[in-house]
């Protein structure tokens, strides 16, 4: 048997169940005796308190008892002539032989033993207080008269006693073994109920790990597994959506780094075979292009940097709206150059903030430069700043062509561009919003673009 989740829980069900059922059996095979015991003498004492209220209420006294209680019968009956001879009552002893009565005896109002049960307490001596709590007492019309006091060993069972003990004892198998079957079956059930999700997992992780990276699993139940199993589902997509990502991403860098070589190497080669010379323009040109390349490798290095946590910075206190001033002032010619309007609005007074000055105008540069190219002549770009809930939010709003629903989950995505013409043209890389949102989050703060197509982002 192979030491699997399914049959350890299987052998835990039934070993719990083996143990509860162990114990319940021994509890009442241990205190059936007694229970029986104690029904038998409370039984066998109203009896005998019936039969002497009965026998008070005939005499009006104790007198004459002794010889009474030697033929009373165990169950009420009709009260016989005391006057008759004793021999005439008829005999209530069992069937077995062994009279009952002999476990019990009888005292007075006033504690005068009338019927000895107890060796130290022969008749006519006087029992203490004590003596009697145990006792069953014997009252008529409301008065307590005497009671009937019990030995120490308890009376004999009957046969037909004896009997119901061995069926109690019989039931008693039958039901463990019951019990036992039936947790064997539901242990069965439940371990393989709770199994089969794992076991799904593990197929599904297994897969995984073969290079299938969109894996889903049925989810069903709400409770802790079927938690895994929504869990795994999400990774799973995230990782298939990552992979897929870092695939286009190798893509698109071996695309951007394609081109300004291609142009490279053909001005080079061209110049060593003769066919153009190399004038001040063209290696102007070159150069370029490596520049290109460089600052491609630069954001590159600095992504990944921001991934494994090592990004250089050096934060300090600055007043968000001196910082949103400085990065106007770096693009007020631009703006005028284009006819777009460009102004800083920050309404009273914001506390400062612990930011790398430097990084976060490298931020605000890529933000207003991708305002201003999808910014028509004659629009406007805001630089604002709020102050709510304990944050500061710095805003940049243009009033552009804005970006369509389906793609603003992606545009901070490296090397996806929602317009591939326009920077093909500008030779933008696409990773420039991926570049703002880790220098963001590298400082512990956060960004989003909120858009609507035709009316700004």
Not at 129 to 136: A, Q, T
Not at 205 to 219: P, S, Y
């Given at each position: ?220 139940s709400k409770d802790e597994i079927g938690n895994l199993a929504t869990a795994f589902n999400q990774m799973s997509h995230e990782v298939a959506h990552q992979s897929l990502l870092r695939k286009q991403m190798t893509a698109d860098i071996a695309h951007d780094l394609r081109t300004p070589l291609t142009v490279i ?127 500061v939010t710095l805003i940049v709003n243009d009033t552009g062509s804005g970006i369509a629903i389906e793609e603003q989950p992606y545009i901070f995505d490296r090397f996806y561009r929602v317009d591939v013409s326009r920077h093909a043209d500008n030779g933008e890389s696409g990773l420039g919003l991926a570049i703002v ?21």
């Open positions: 048997m192979r030491k699997t989740l399914y049959w350890k829980l299987t052998l835990a069900f039934m070993f719990v169940a083996i143990i509860a059922t162990v114990l319940i059996a021994i509890f009442i095979r241990v205190t059936s005796v007694d229970r029986l015991t104690k029904l038998v003498t409370e039984q066998l004492a109203s009896s005998l308190q019936t039969s002497m209220a009965e026998f008070y209420t005939y005499t009006g006294s104790w007198l004459g008892v002794k010889e009474y209680w030697q033929t009373a019968q165990m169950q009420p009956t009709q009260l016989p002539d005391i006057t008759q001879d004793t021999n005439a009552y008829p005999n209530p002893n069992p069937p077995d032989g062994r009279d009952r009565r002999n476990f019990f005896g009888l005292v007075d109002a006033d504690r005068i033993v009338l019927v000895s049960v107890d060796p130290k307490y022969p008749e006519g001596s006087t029992v203490p207080e004590e003596f009697l709590k145990e006792g069953f007492p014997v009252t008529v019309d409301g008065q307590q008269v005497g009671t009937i006091i019990t030995a120490s060993t308890p009376p004999g069972f009957l046969p037909e006693e004896n009997l119901f003990l061995k069926r109690t004892n019989q039931a008693l198998l039958l039901g463990v073994v019951g019990a036992l079957f039936i947790a064997l079956v539901v242990g069965i059930v439940l371990a393989r109920t709770l199994t089969r999700p794992l076991r799904d997992l593990t197929q599904a992780a297994q897969r995984i790990a073969d290079g299938n990276l969109e894996q889903k699993v049925k989810v069903n190497a053909g001005y080079i080669e061209s110049m060593q075979d003769g066919v153009l010379q190399p004038t001040p323009q063209r290696l102007a040109l070159i150069y370029s292009e490596i520049e290109r390349l460089q600052n491609l490798v630069g954001d590159l290095r600095m992504l990944s940097q921001a991934d494994a946590g090592e990004l250089p910075l050096n934060p300090q206190k600055i007043e968000p709206s001196l910082l949103l001033e400085r990065s106007a002032a770096l693009f007020q010619h631009q703006a005028e150059k284009q006819q777009i309007t460009l102004v800083v609005h920050v309404p009273g007074v914001l506390p400062k903030i612990m930011v790398d000055e430097a990084r976060m105008l490298q931020v605000f540069d890529n933000l207003i430069s991708n305002a201003f190219r999808y910014t028509p002549v004659g629009g406007k770009v805001t630089l604002s700043g709020k102050f709510q809930n304990d944050k949102k880790a220098l963001v989050e590298s400082q512990l703060g956060k960004v989003w673009a909120e858009s609507q197509p035709d009316h700004g982002t």
